[in-house]
C-alpha cells in the first residue's frame, strides 16, 4: 500500500529562488559569477544545457469498467538543483495497433530530486485502449537554494484498505491520519493513493484532498473505489 503527497504549488511547498541579479546578467557575455551567457549564478535565467529532463520512469493503465480507465504515471526529476511548478504534458492512450485514440494534456510540479507519481482518473474514452504513454513537454525550471526533503516531511501514522462486501456503492476504502511534520502550512494538499499488490503490480489508484494542513497537525483522509478491481492489496 504505496500512498504519495502533492502539494498544489512550489510557493505552498516553500520553494523559491532567492536571486538577486546582477548588471552582467545583461551584458550578453559570460562572467561573474555565470555558469552560462547571462545565466546561472546570480543570474535569474537558468542555463538550459545544464538541466536534464525529467524521465517518465513507468506508465500503468488500468482497466476499470468498458472504456473507463485510470492511469498512473511515474516521473523522476533528475536535477538536484531545479525544481518545476509547471510541467507541462500529453498522455496519448493507444489502441492494439499502436493508434492514438485519445490524448490528455496537463501539468504538475516537482521538486528538486523528486520521484513522484501522476495520477488521471477517470479516464472515459469512446473504444478500448491497451496501453498509455506520457510526453514531456515543457518545463519552467525554478532555481532552488538551501533546500531539503527533509524540509516537507509527512509521517503517515495510520493507513489500513478495507473492502467492502455486500456494498453496492463502495468496493473498497483507504482510511488514513497523515502528519506535517514541516514548518509548513498548506492550503492545499492532495493525497494520491496508490494501491500494489504481492508482485508490486499497480491494482488501482485513487485521490483525495485535504484543506488548510496546518504544521504539526494531524489530518484524517480517506479514498474510496466505487467499481471492483482484482487482486488483493499487499
Given at each position: 500500500?504505496?500512498?504519495?503527497l502533492?502539494?498544489?504549488?512550489?510557493?505552498?511547498?516553500?520553494?523559491?529562488?532567492?536571486?538577486?541579479?546582477?548588471?552582467?546578467?545583461?551584458?550578453?557575455?559570460?562572467?561573474g559569477?555565470?555558469?552560462?551567457v547571462?545565466?546561472g549564478?546570480?543570474?535569474?535565467?537558468?542555463?538550459?544545457?545544464?538541466?536534464?529532463?525529467?524521465?517518465?520512469?513507468?506508465?500503468?493503465?488500468?482497466?476499470?469498467?468498458?472504456?473507463?480507465?485510470?492511469?498512473?504515471?511515474?516521473v523522476r526529476?533528475?536535477?538536484?538543483?531545479?525544481?518545476?511548478?509547471?510541467?507541462?504534458?500529453?498522455?496519448n492512450?493507444?489502441?492494439?495497433s499502436?493508434?492514438?485514440i485519445?490524448?490528455?494534456?496537463?501539468?504538475f510540479?516537482?521538486l528538486?530530486?523528486?520521484?513522484?507519481?501522476?495520477?488521471?482518473s477517470?479516464?472515459?474514452l469512446?473504444s478500448?485502449?491497451?496501453?498509455?504513454?506520457m510526453?514531456?513537454?515543457n518545463?519552467?525550471?525554478?532555481?532552488?537554494?538551501d533546500?531539503?526533503?527533509?524540509?516537507?516531511?509527512f509521517i503517515?501514522?495510520?493507513?489500513?484498505?478495507i473492502?467492502v462486501?455486500?456494498?453496492?456503492?463502495?468496493?473498497?476504502?483507504?482510511?488514513?491520519?497523515?502528519?506535517?511534520?514541516?514548518?509548513?502550512d498548506?492550503d492545499?494538499?492532495?493525497?494520491?493513493?496508490v494501491?500494489?499488490?504481492?508482485?508490486?503490480?499497480?491494482?488501482?489508484?485513487?485521490?483525495?484532498?485535504?484543506?488548510?494542513?496546518?504544521?504539526?497537525?494531524?489530518?484524517?483522509?480517506?479514498?474510496?473505489?466505487?467499481e471492483?478491481?482484482e487482486?488483493?492489496?499487499?
Open positions: 500500500l504505496f500512498f504519495f502533492a502539494v498544489s504549488s512550489l510557493i505552498s511547498y516553500g520553494l523559491y529562488a532567492v536571486i538577486v541579479e546582477a548588471p552582467t546578467c545583461f551584458d550578453n557575455k559570460m562572467n559569477d555565470e555558469t552560462g547571462d545565466c549564478g546570480s543570474c535569474f535565467k537558468i542555463c538550459l544545457d545544464t538541466i536534464s529532463e525529467i524521465s517518465v520512469v513507468s506508465n500503468t493503465l488500468i482497466s476499470i469498467k468498458d472504456s473507463d480507465y485510470d492511469y498512473v504515471a511515474r526529476n533528475p536535477n538536484t538543483t531545479h525544481g518545476s511548478g509547471n510541467v507541462e504534458y500529453d498522455v492512450f493507444l489502441n492494439s499502436g493508434g492514438i485519445d490524448t490528455i494534456s496537463g501539468e510540479n516537482i528538486p530530486g523528486q520521484t513522484r507519481y501522476i495520477l488521471i477517470p479516464v472515459k469512446d478500448p485502449a491497451v496501453s498509455a504513454q510526453v514531456i513537454k518545463a519552467n525550471w525554478i532555481q532552488v537554494t533546500f531539503s526533503s527533509e524540509m516537507l516531511r503517515d501514522r495510520r493507513k489500513e484498505f473492502k462486501d455486500n456494498v453496492d456503492t463502495v468496493f473498497g476504502t483507504v482510511d488514513g491520519v497523515m502528519f506535517n511534520d514541516s514548518d509548513f498548506f492545499f494538499v492532495e493525497i494520491a493513493v494501491l500494489f499488490g504481492s508482485d508490486d503490480k499497480i491494482l488501482a489508484a485513487g485521490s483525495t484532498t485535504v484543506r488548510t494542513f496546518r504544521s504539526k497537525t494531524e489530518s484524517f483522509y480517506q479514498a474510496n473505489w466505487f471492483p478491481f487482486g488483493e492489496v499487499a
